[in-house]
């Protein structure tokens, strides 16, 4: 049974950058789909990046291309999202999920096998 712990998160300043990581354990992530989501208040939920750990691809929602990095060392049960240049627009609780690898070819799919509980993160303008 996957279990995953999201670390990381806090405050920033507009600008900033900060690295959430998403540990696992009770399972080789490696057949999964590492999806990030993040949660605005008042808002849906919104699927921000995944991993195709099998393969190393990865998908970024618009917003975030180009500032947000997903990341995993070889071997290893942790991903990390790097996230530079932060505006208050990135602001909630940002989540981490596992799901079956072809959840990576599917944009629409939320529905996520494994969540975290979650990290906040507030951006201050």
């Known amino acids: 049974h996957l279990q995953l712990v999201e670390s990381g998160g806090g405050l920033v300043q507009s600008g900033g950058s900060l690295r959430l990581s998403c540990a696992a354990t009770?399972?080789?992530?490696?057949?999964?789909?590492l999806g990030w989501f993040r949660q605005a208040p008042g808002k849906e939920r919104e699927r921000v990046s995944t991993?195709?750990?099998?393969?190393?691809?990865?998908d970024y929602q618009d917003l975030v291309k180009g500032r947000f990095t997903v990341s995993r060392y070889n071997g290893e049960n942790i991903v990390h999202l790097q996230m530079t240049n932060l505006t208050s627009e990135d602001t909630g609780v940002y989540y981490c999920?596992?799901?079956?690898?072809?959840?990576?070819?599917?944009?629409?799919?939320?529905?996520?096998?494994?969540w975290g509980q979650g990290t906040p993160v507030t951006v201050s303008s």
């Open positions: 991993l195709n750990i099998r393969n190393g691809e990865t």
């Open positions: 999920a596992a799901g079956p690898e072809y959840y990576c070819y599917d944009p629409g799919t939320f529905e996520f096998d494994y």
């Open positions: 009770g399972n080789s992530l490696y057949y999964y789909c």
